[in-house]
């Protein structure tokens, strides 16, 4: 009876490990495995900057984005379509560059400044509902025309949130 009890019980915490151990590698896993129907079903925010121009945005996240065990915020270029296995964000994963373009995520302390501004001002009612942050987004004055598919990544003790978004340089008009 003993020995019954005791390899049920090693049956038990194994396929407790098993689990934990897959659940822990999810994100990564996710992020490799999109599938060409999820791609094409994708609808994508634009985030369009003239050369020499800053634009903040702001976004809204089910996820925590104060202080956590997960790292917070990061940013990181998509490529061909694939989201960046990203793992617990770096202070260098809060800022992109490429061709001109500059991409700054807040860390855990500038995170939840903005969101309690967003509480008492303007995004006030979508703040009482979820978190609030902002993205900066930056075109040097000598950037050329370019689209780059950026990946966000909110990962906290909890879990991971997620979303993609594109940052388009516009080309400037030439004067008539």
């Known amino acids: 009876m003993r020995v019954i009890l005791l390899v049920t019980a090693l049956a038990i915490l194994g396929g407790a490990a098993t689990l934990i151990d897959a659940t822990a ?15 094409s079903r994708r609808i994508i925010p634009l985030v369009v900057v003239a050369p020499g121009e800053t634009k903040t945005v702001p976004f809204s996240v ?13 940013v990181a270029e998509m490529v061909d379509g694939e989201r960046p296995a990203l793992g617990l964000p770096r202070k260098e994963d809060k800022t992109f560059h490429r061709a001109g373009v500059t991409v700054t995520v807040p860390d855990m302390s500038e995170a939840p400044k903005f969101d309690e501004q967003a509480r ?7 703040a009482k509902v979820r978190p609030v942050f902002e993205v900066t987004v930056t075109a040097d004055a000598d950037a050329a025309p370019v689209a ?10 909890s879990g991971h949130c997620h ?10 008009e030439e004067a008539k």
Do not use: M, W, Y
């Open 25 to 39: 590698q999810e994100p990564a896993t996710k992020a490799k495995n999109t599938t060409a129907r999820e791609k």
């Open 62 to 74: 089910e996820c925590t984005v104060g202080l956590t065990r997960g790292g917070g915020l990061a």
């Open 120 to 126: 008492a001002g303007r995004l006030a009612a979508l």
């Open 148 to 157: 780059i598919d950026l990946h966000l990544l909110d990962s906290t003790c």
């Open 163 to 172: 979303a993609d978004f594109t940052v388009v340089v516009a080309a400037l």
